[in-house]
């Protein structure tokens, strides 16, 4: 596949998400798909990542990624998303608040037979937390 | 090999030599590779580093470029042994996830973007995080 190829893959990813698709992640991902985010456990294969895509959109019922950017070169392309959502529903042990946030996503996929074989995962897990008041702002005093 | 390609290959050499210069302390090289602007960032960013982690040091995992773009995986590592946001240094070894993003005119850096595991880096310098922050996915 071209690199024009494989951004539009990432692109329909994407949406996939957008539209809260869960149930196609099956086709979209690898058999030995493999997610790496040092905030979440490695996830492995295409029912691991439903759950955590269910996961998500539990907290965060309007979930959007909104494409900032995308390099792609060989099998690589390289996201650049800003994530939106409201904070609806229990995360990782954070009940809900209510709050709403935003912040950078960046991923490296690479792209294997028409699939997205790996995926390398940094998300502002610090400023997410600071958005939902678990974790004090810079400047702000620890309560 | 296009001229393109080659120009994505002369500013993916770039952003490691930069890397590298920032391992080795080697400010001159940011004067070289940076507009002036970046290069006094990345000096008070640098400097500010090694005040506060001894011993920092940047691995290069991974690249993806295209165009004016380049993209590094990096991890990086090093010792907490100055004041962190008020946080007294606690002399924990940490190692951390994340991303540089780098934009290039003309061969030389105008636009840098650094993404770090920011959370996970705080939670290894002992840092408690009420409730708990437990993936459960």
């Known amino acids: 596949m071209s690199t024009e190829e494989n951004k539009a893959l990432v692109r329909r990813w994407v949406e996939l998400w957008n539209s809260q698709n869960v149930a196609a992640i099956d086709e979209w991902v690898a058999p030995n798909y493999v997610r790496h985010d040092p905030n979440t456990p490695e ?79 940094i998300l502002d897990a610090l400023g997410m937390m600071q958005q939902l008041g678990v974790i004090p702002a810079p400047g702000q005093a620890a309560s | 090999m296009t001229s393109q390609q080659t120009q994505t290959d002369h500013n993916k050499a770039i952003a490691r030599r930069l890397i590298e210069a920032a391992n080795a302390q080697e400010y001159d090289v940011f004067d070289q590779l940076m507009t002036p602007a970046q290069a006094q960032q990345a000096k008070d960013t640098m400097r500010w580093v090694y005040a506060t982690f001894e011993g920092h040091h940047i691995d290069i995992i991974d690249m993806v470029a295209e165009g004016d773009k380049v993209l590094a995986r990096v991890t990086t590592r090093g010792c907490h042994s100055g004041d962190f946001e008020g946080v007294p240094p606690t002399g924990k070894q940490w190692i951390d996830r994340g991303f540089i993003y780098n934009r290039f005119e003309n061969g030389k850096l105008v636009e840098s973007e650094v993404i770090m595991d920011a959370l996970g880096h705080l939670k290894q310098l002992g840092a408690t995080i009420s409730p708990p922050f437990a993936p459960t996915a």
């Open chain 1, 43 to 121: 996830v492995r294969g295409a029912e691991a990542e439903k759950q955590l895509a269910t996961m998500f959109l539990t907290a965060f019922p309007d979930l959007h990624f909104t494409i900032e950017d995308l390099i792609a070169e060989g099998d690589k392309v390289t996201g650049r998303y800003t994530a939106r959502g409201t904070h609806k529903g229990e995360l990782m042990g954070i009940p809900p608040t209510n709050n709403a946030i935003s912040l950078t996503v960046l991923e490296i996929y690479r792209i294997a037979d028409r699939k997205i074989a790996e995926q390398w995962v």
